[in-house]
């Protein structure tokens, strides 16, 4: 079992949520984030200084079998790649088990599809 962390732009969000859910991925987590990037540079907006330095973004969180990762992985960079600067990151970390609170179940086969 593999953890797919990836932090997104807030406008790809809805492109990159279809696509993952067209791709086996029927649960994940997700939440709006801050970061620091590396521009830091001030603008003016209607008289108003403000600071860009601060990024708002989207991190989602999937847990998956090891056989859907590479497919998980394509389909968020497919949807989510502009090719500019600041795009995100994807982040994949190995998990050591997973327990179903409702069943007792541990392992992958929690994971398993359920309809």
Avoid: P
Avoid at 18 to 44: K, M, P
Avoid at 63 to 71: I, T, Y
């Amino acid at each position: 079992m593999k953890r797919i962390e990836a932090i997104i732009r807030k406008t790809k969000f809805d492109e990159v949520k279809e696509a993952l859910l067209n791709s086996d991925i029927n649960w994940f987590e997700y939440h709006d984030v801050h970061g620091i990037g590396q521009s830091r540079e001030e603008r003016i907006y209607r008289g108003v200084q403000y600071s860009t330095d601060v990024i708002e973004r989207v991190a989602i969180t999937i847990v998956c079998r090891n056989q859907f990762v590479d497919s998980t992985i394509k389909a968020i960079i497919s949807t989510a790649q502009t090719g500019e600067v600041g795009d995100g990151r994807i982040f994949v970390s190995e998990m050591v088990d997973t327990w179903s609170i409702r069943t007792g179940e541990h392992g992958d086969d929690v994971l398993r599809d359920k309809k």
